[in-house]
Each structure stands twice: as structure tokens, then as C-alpha cells.
Nanobody, 124 residues
Framework: EVQLVESGGGLVQAGGSLRLSCVSS????????IGWLRQAPGKGREVVSF????????YYADSVKGRFAISRDGATNTLYLRMNSLEPEDTALYSC?????????????????WGQGTQVTVSS
């Protein structure tokens, strides 16, 4: 059974930083990819970033490039998302998600497993 447990969300002022963490179990990244998705109020879910299990390639949505950084500690099966220069538009529920459908899952439907999510709220 795949389990993904996120932590690290909170309330931060615009321009601030947060680091999200996701501890995974039951998932072998070599089978696909793991990343972060978010859903803002009244909007659809979007892929923010992922790491490919095939070659370690990372992906970032255009809206977060240069501000967010994804990383992974294989020894502890922990995925991180460092978020800098946060903007009110980054306010959303951030979920850790894993895919065994694709090594480069840039679309939300390509993900098989989801965590409960952690809320990030950026005040202006």
C-alpha cells in the first residue's frame, strides 16, 4: 500500500519561504515519478513539480520556475519542496503525488497516488 504524508504548510507573508515535506512508503520511485500538485480555491488541480524516477529530471510549472526547488532524500524516502518568494497566488492545498503511469507526469491524470495535502496560505 502506497502512503504519502505531507507536512510543512502554513501561513506566510508574501515574499516569505516555506519548505514542504512528504514521507512516502510502499512506492518505488524507479517505477515512475513523484512530485507536488496544488489546488487553489475555485481552481483546478495543477502539477507544480516532479522528479522522474528514470533519470532524476525535474519539472516545474512556469508559474513557479526560479522560485521553487524540488529535492528528494532517498535514504528516508522524503520529498521536499522549497518555496521561496511566495506570492498570494501560491495559496493552495499542496499534495504529494506519485505516478506509475509515466516517468514525466506533467498532467494531473497521470498520477495514481495522493496524500491528504498540506495547506499553504500566503498573505499580501
Amino acid at each position: 500500500e502506497v502512503q504519502l504524508v505531507e507536512s510543512g504548510g502554513g501561513l506566510v507573508q508574501a515574499g516569505g519561504s516555506l519548505r514542504l515535506s512528504c514521507v512516502s512508503s510502499g512506492f518505488n520511485i524507479a517505477d515512475g515519478a513523484i512530485g507536488w500538485l496544488r489546488q487553489a480555491p475555485g481552481k483546478g488541480r495543477e502539477v507544480v513539480s516532479f522528479i522522474s524516477g528514470r533519470d532524476g529530471v525535474t519539472y516545474y510549472a512556469d508559474s513557479v520556475k526560479g522560485r521553487f526547488a524540488i529535492s528528494r532524500d532517498g535514504a528516508t524516502n522524503t520529498l521536499y519542496l522549497r518555496m521561496n518568494s511566495l506570492e498570494p497566488e501560491d495559496t493552495a492545498l499542496y499534495s504529494c503525488a506519485a505516478s506509475i503511469r509515466s516517468y514525466y507526469p506533467s498532467q494531473t491524470y497521470e498520477y495514481n497516488y495522493w496524500g491528504q495535502g498540506t495547506q499553504v496560505t500566503v498573505s499580501s
